[in-house]
């Protein structure tokens, strides 16, 4: 009896590490993946959100800017 469960202690082993060894497959294989698309994506020279939302508050401004001067010019337009 005491050998059937060394049998099965030796199994259990065998089977904890094999999951130990595909978790850190698991992880090697995100990280290659991450890295993989890091590169692409900064080959692309797609921009950041940051950059997109910093030009967009710049456009913006300027719309706002465009339709003050514009608003300005009809009144001097008027007058005239």
């Known amino acids: ?3 059937r469960n060394k049998v099965f202690e030796d199994l259990s082993q065998l089977m904890t590490n094999a999951m130990g060894v595909a978790q850190g497959a698991k992880t090697e294989a995100e990280t290659a ?9 900064a080959d692309r020279d797609f921009v950041t959100r940051e950059e ?3 030009v967009r508050a710049m ?3 300027a719309r706002e800017e465009n339709e ?3 608003a300005r010019l009809d009144a001097l337009e008027k007058d005239a």
């Open 52 to 54: 997109f939302d910093a």
């Open 33 to 41: 993946m991450k890295s993989l698309m890091d590169r692409w994506l």
């Open 59 to 61: 456009a913006q401004k």
């Open 68 to 70: 003050a001067l514009k």
């Open 1 to 3: 009896m005491q050998t």
